[in-house]
């Protein structure tokens, strides 16, 4: 069964500074999607970024990049610059068929 | 943008009754998607309809069902709510089904 993990349930970072939050699957695709989805206290999710896995290149969208390592199926998710409004949950997904299958989450907690 | 939109963000019943969740999408979406999320379980899928009138079993179907009738609507029943269904709901689309989900703000159902 195809399984995404997050072995981080929680993390903290200091406002301003840089934090990396992990995650690996397993699949026996070839192309497929990856994703980090952001659920903040307000409960609504949103999608932080998406990669394609027959693109090399690592998806970047202003202060979250992603470390896409395809061959060790490792997907983290970096985020520059903390700030307040970064504390959320943060959940690592990938597709499977028709599905998407998510972790289990990584709360994240922003230290002022 | 998409928008999704769910008839509850709190509801409570009472063990037996009959209950419905509803969700719906703005942007003419084929595929939506029902999750309940459950503290250290992350989003597991309940069920996920790709047409009018078809519907596909996720990874936790019992004691559910659903009905979607219009494309934008995509309706959860629990047919006799029972107290471990007390959890939260998520309502998603997606235009296609390997891709981005687009979620709702959620329903906290409580069962007494």
């Known amino acids: 069964a195809q399984t995404v993990t997050q072995s981080q349930p929680e993390m903290s970072v200091q406002e301003a500074e840089t934090v990396t939050l992990s995650c690996t699957y397993d699949?026996?695709?070839?192309?497929?999607?990856l994703f980090w989805y952001k659920q903040p206290p307000s409960r609504q999710m949103i999608l932080v970024i998406r990669?394609?896995?027959?693109?090399?290149q690592n998806a970047t969208e202003n202060r979250f990049s992603v470390n896409f390592q395809k061959a060790a199926k490792s997907f983290s998710l970096k985020i520059s610059d903390s700030q307040l409004g970064d504390a959320a949950m943060y959940f690592c997904a990938q597709n499977r068929d028709d599905k998407i299958i998510f972790g289990k989450g990584t709360r994240l907690h922003i230290l002022p | 943008d998409v928008k999704v939109t769910q008839s509850s963000r709190y509801l409570v019943k009472r063990t037996g009754e009959k209950v419905f969740l509803e969700c719906v999408q703005d942007m003419d979406h084929e595929n939506m998607f029902w999750y309940r999320q459950d503290p250290g379980l992350g989003l597991r899928l309940i069920y996920f309809?790709?047409?009018?009138?078809?519907?596909e079993k996720g990874d936790i179907p019992e004691g559910y069902s659903v009905s979607r009738e219009k494309k934008e609507r995509f309706s959860l029943i629990l047919e006799s709510a029972s107290t471990n269904q007390t959890s939260m709901y998520l309502c998603?689309?997606?235009?296609?089904?390997?891709?981005?989900?687009?979620f709702g703000p959620g329903t906290r159902l409580t069962v007494l």
């Open positions: 309809s790709y047409d009018v009138k078809m519907k």
């Open positions: 998603a689309s997606s235009l296609f089904s390997r891709d981005t989900q687009y």
């Open positions: 990669q394609e896995a027959y693109k090399q």
């Open positions: 699949t026996s695709e070839s192309d497929y999607y």
